[in-house]
């Protein structure tokens, strides 16, 4: 059974920072793109970084030059630093997996349960 959980949530003020973690737990053969989304009240799921098993990042324009998206393949972990924090940041951060079980050997989509990220002005 696969498992991402995240770690890292909190309330900070305006302008402050925070570090989510996400690690990746199970019978795992093979991870593709991770990434992070978030979700605020009244709104919909949206992207907030991606990357890929090679590195490659892309980030929601609302984010760039603020936060930066890592990845330690050898602990199946993801990471989101985030500067520079602003109220409208705040939001239930989400880790998304795309990967491959031992069990299915096909690619699927996993999601964690879910971060509470609140920025007070």
């Known amino acids: 059974q696969v498992q991402l959980v995240e770690s890292g949530g909190g309330l900070v003020q305006a302008g402050g920072s925070l570090r989510l973690s996400c690690e990746v737990s199970?019978?795992?053969?093979?991870?593709?793109?991770m990434g992070w989304y978030r979700q605020a009240p009244g709104k919909q799921r949206e992207l907030v970084a991606r990357i890929t098993s090679g590195g490659s990042t892309n980030y929601a324009d609302s984010v760039k030059g603020r936060f930066t998206i890592s990845r330690d393949n050898a602990k199946n972990s993801v990471y989101l630093q985030m500067n520079s924090l602003k109220p409208e940041d705040t939001a239930v951060y989400y880790c998304?997996?795309?990967?491959?079980?031992?069990?299915?050997?096909?690619?699927?989509?996993?999601w964690g349960q879910g971060t509470q990220v609140t920025v007070s002005s």
């Open positions: 998304n997996a795309d990967l491959m079980t031992l069990a299915t050997m096909g690619w699927e989509d996993y």
């Open positions: 199970g019978s795992i053969f093979s991870i593709n793109a």
